[in-house]
């Protein structure tokens, strides 16, 4: 009967490992894309914006790597989880905020995607994502903390 449960419990933690893996893997490919746009725009060094042969940003790759390593090395994994959730959600309101701007300042042209619900040419859906998201990172910030240190 040990035998079951081991065996059941040892498939819990490869599937949790694989959901990690893979979320840590799709938020760094985010985020380095995120900060590639902000030096293609300008806001951050033009030396961030150098590819490599198979066309994807090294250096800002690079910096998130040592910025993981780090914070992985000097701090628990639960701290690092929580930071990742922070600044995940930190860009996706960016994300949001910047569709507002854009479709508020642009006419939506022939063929391209309209998303319902609009009021006056500002569109409802990325603000009340926003707003979600808002209520997601306070709760990541001041609930899950005392949930996951004191369970």
Do not use: C, W
Not at 64 to 90: E, K, P, R, W
Not at 123 to 131: C, E, V
Request: proline share 4%; no cysteine.
């Amino acid at each position: 009967m040990l035998h079951s449960s081991y065996n059941s419990l040892k498939n819990y933690y490869i599937l949790g490992a694989i959901i990690l893996f893979g979320t840590l893997y799709g938020t760094s490919l985010i985020s380095s894309r995120f900060i590639y746009g902000l030096a293609k725009n300008k806001i951050l060094p033009q030396e961030l914006l150098q590819l490599s042969r198979y066309k994807t940003p090294y250096i800002i790759l690079l910096l998130q790597f040592i910025v993981v390593i780090t914070i992985v090395l000097f701090h628990n994994v639960i701290f690092s989880l929580d930071m990742a959730n922070i600044f995940v959600f930190i860009i996706l309101i960016h994300i949001n905020i910047g569709i507002v701007i854009y479709r508020y300042n642009n006419e939506v042209k022939e063929g391209e995607f309209k998303m319902p619900f609009y009021y006056r040419n500002v569109p409802i859906l990325p603000i009340l994502n926003s707003i979600l998201i808002v209520v997601l990172l306070l709760v990541s910030i001041y609930i899950l903390p005392d949930i996951i240190h004191f369970s």
